[in-house]
């Protein structure tokens, strides 16, 4: 078994906002070693859909090539302050990134503290959220082990 001091250095992906050359947000999250070959691996998150975690090694997220008949990177990081929002799409990307982050951050600072929302969803809450949209809705908790939240609002089950 190696020791972590006989291991090759990583090439860290800096962790942050990343477009896909297809179009699709990404969020660096780390990078990782794969523990078969050692090999760096970006770890990333999609900030659309059920936003899955991904891997992919760290030269090929870092790669500029050919594609869509233009030598261009395969992700281009965005800095989040600086983001022109010119879509939902980006919009949605940049909200996950933030929220995301800013959870991080209290679990640092505080890591007894899970958000609230983890711990015993709010039902109070829904009463509010019945009066703006006409129906009751409750924050989705289907990611409870993550530190991100889903951004989705489903239509709250009756209570038996």
């Known amino acids: 078994m190696n020791d972590d001091h006989d291991l090759p ?3 860290a992906t800096p962790v942050g906002l990343y477009r896909h050359y297809k179009g699709g947000w990404y969020e660096v999250v780390d990078t990782v070693r794969c523990s078969e070959t050692l090999q760096g691996m970006t770890l990333y998150r999609a ?6 975690l ?7 997220f870092a790669q500029c090539d050919e594609f869509q ?14 983001l022109a929002v010119q879509d939902t799409a980006t919009a949605h990307a ?11 951050e209290q679990q640092v600072t505080d890591p007894m ?6 711990r015993n969803p709010p039902v109070a809450a829904e009463g509010a959220a019945t009066a703006a949209s006409g129906s009751a809705l ?11 939240p889903c951004s989705t ?5 009756p209570r038996h």
């Open 9 to 11: 250095p990583l090439q």
């Open 47 to 52: 900030l659309y859909g059920a936003m899955g």
């Open 54 to 60: 991904w891997v992919r090694p760290a030269a090929m």
């Open 69 to 82: 008949g233009r030598h261009q990177p395969r992700f281009t990081r965005h800095d989040p302050a600086t």
């Open 94 to 104: 940049l909200v996950a990134h933030l929220r995301g982050r800013a959870l991080r």
């Open 113 to 118: 503290s899970a958000p609230r929302h983890r």
């Open 138 to 148: 409750r924050p989705c908790t289907t990611g409870a082990s993550t530190p991100w």
């Open 153 to 157: 609002r489903h239509q709250s089950r």
